[in-house]
């Protein structure tokens, strides 16, 4: 474990820190990097010891899962708005040993619920992890005072039944 890049990236997040998108801070404590291309959002991770697994052998499923929702929920707010995670998926293909690189992008853009995707690869550019998620995108009034209300969990509608509510929220 490399102490001294720990206290730094500590002491860089605590001093740097800012409450925004590509500022905030578990972005600048693990030393992420994000990026945009057309209607897409890269995330770079800068991998070391302190962030595999207890066995040494991989990335952090935890870790690497964080990356994957960063990189989500920063291509929602630049080209969208602010929205939250409702759920996601991961698929984990083979292990990370060196720097990765997440690539998100949207599959559906619907009024309420976005879909959107992430493709994780590793430092030999090969497919190591792929994510689908649902995220909620919140009221323009509400974004910033966090009282919006996420559709009911048990149903993409939001209706709580199963089915299609009042509002067609895809």
């Known amino acids: 474990m490399d102490e001294a890049l720990i206290r730094a990236r500590l002491d860089e997040a605590l001093r740097e820190t800012q409450p925004d998108f590509g500022a905030f801070f578990l972005l600048r404590l693990f030393g992420l990097d994000v990026s945009y291309g057309e209607e897409t959002c890269t995330v770079r991770i800068p991998t070391s010891a302190e962030m595999f697994n207890p066995q040494g052998t991989s990335l ?5 899962t964080m990356a994957v929702d960063i990189s989500m929920g920063h291509l929602c707010k630049r080209f969208l708005s602010t929205c939250v995670t409702v759920d996601m998926d991961l698929k984990y293909l083979r292990p ?9 992008s949207f599959l559906k853009k619907g009024r309420r619920l976005v ?14 992890a792929f994510a689908t998620a649902t995220w909620y995108r919140l009221p323009e009034d509400t974004a910033a005072d966090g009282d919006a209300e996420p559709p009911d969990a048990t149903s993409a509608a939001g209706d709580g039944g199963g089915g299609r509510g009042q509002e067609d929220v895809r």
């Open 60 to 64: 952090h499923g935890g870790v690497l």
């Open 115 to 128: 879909t959107v995707q992430t493709r994780v690869f590793d430092q030999r550019d090969r497919l190591a």
């Open 96 to 104: 990370i040993n060196g720097p990765a690189r997440c690539e998100a």
